[in-house]
């Protein structure tokens, strides 16, 4: 990692995990899709072990004995039809997006399969939407995170080089797509993945939340 600031231009976030904490969403989803498909109760550590996998394109834990394309179409219904009751920003992400947006043109970047608007539906009853000029959701590629397709299309969008950008997420996958992209990197540890985990992708700075990143930029 790297111990200079950052000047930027432009920043990116991750949403699920990273501006909202999203872990009770996933939960309720799990529990959800399990039952609906007739599968014993999973514990919680699977989950928060699912959303992973499903990001990674990994294979499902075992404890899922039914097809993946079968989960996958209950689980996804099943979190979409929760996640706006079951989620929250985390504690003082409005205050610092606030102060970032001072700073910086800021894009929120999303690997859920819906659109724009319902993204921005669903920040709105935070009365934090206002802070983003442009959203990119899965609908909206063609290949996902790490793909760096998402990022470039939100650079493009901001009009700004993707050199003075910077992303911010909580997933390996971000840090991934980032270093593809050519832009700079932050790794929170406010979501599923594990410290040691984010550090293995070698984010260019890893902080606890995101009300740590002004710390992190250069101020002029």
């Not at 993204?119 to 206002?130: G, H, N, P």
Request: aromatic share 6%; glycine share 4%; charged share 25%.
């Amino acid at each position: 990692m790297v111990n200079t600031k950052l000047d930027v231009k432009g920043i990116l976030f991750d949403m699920d995990g990273t501006i909202l904490n999203t872990k009770p969403a996933y939960i309720a989803a799990a529990r959800a899709a399990f039952k609906t498909l007739g599968l014993e109760a999973p514990t919680r550590a699977v989950t928060l072990e699912i959303p992973k996998r499903i990001e990674q394109k990994q294979p499902l834990p075992d404890d899922v004995k039914v097809g993946r394309e079968e989960f996958l179409r209950v689980y996804l219904e099943a979190f979409h039809k929760t996640s706006a009751s079951k989620t929250k920003p985390f504690p003082n992400v409005a205050q610092t997006l606030g102060a970032l947006c001072k700073k910086a043109k800021m894009a929120l970047i999303t690997m859920r399969f819906i659109p724009g608007e319902e993204v921005l539906a669903e920040l709105r009853q935070f009365q934090l939407e206002k802070y983003f000029t442009h959203v990119v959701t899965a609908l909206d590629t063609h290949e996902p995170k790490p793909s760096p397709e998402a990022l470039i299309k939100a650079v493009e969008a901001m009009d700004v080089d993707m050199c003075t950008c910077v992303i911010v997420g909580d997933s390996v996958v971000d840090i991934q797509a980032g270093k593809a992209a050519g832009s700079k990197t932050v790794a929170v540890l406010t979501g599923l993945y594990t410290r040691e985990e984010l550090l293995a992708a070698k984010p260019d700075f890893l902080i606890n939340n995101i009300s740590e990143l002004p710390e992190l930029l250069i101020w002029s």
